[in-house]
């Protein structure tokens, strides 16, 4: 089941200057940056009460933020929503008809077990699950 909007992530080509306006934008400042290595991306969070921005930049020019940069720009890559249990989510959503990106979770940023839904099977929306790791 899905509990909450867990983070809304964004592609940018910079960020140190993603950084400096999203702290101007939301007046904090990110509270980690984070480089996930298997993804080539580098990741920056903000938080503000309850919502999260994840900022993402590619470390290598054959990652999936690279591509989408390439060929969307920045903007918008993804909503994330918070799970309780991964696994059976993605059992449920398989039986439900959703192609899994990845069926088996693996090792995100900010301590996240990650799945992704096929943007083909959600309106064009890539959805990531997360489950914190405990």
Request: glycine fraction near 6%.
């Amino acid at each position: 089941m899905v509990n909450k909007i867990e983070h809304i992530g964004i592609a940018v080509k910079n960020m140190d200057d993603a950084n400096v306006l999203f702290e101007k934008m939301l007046g904090v400042p990110s509270y980690k940056m984070e480089a996930v290595e298997s993804e080539g991306v580098l990741t920056s969070f903000f938080q503000t009460g309850n919502n999260k921005i994840e900022l993402l930049v590619a470390t290598n020019p054959e990652s999936p933020i690279a591509k989408f940069l390439e060929k969307k720009g920045e903007g918008i890559h993804h909503i994330a929503f918070d799970v309780d249990n991964i696994e059976a989510e993605i059992i449920r959503l398989k039986n439900e008809g959703f192609v899994l990106i990845n069926e088996v979770p693996k090792k995100g940023a900010d301590n996240k077990w990650v799945v992704f839904l096929h943007p083909k099977n959600t309106n064009g929306v890539l959805v990531e699950l997360c489950q914190e790791i405990k």
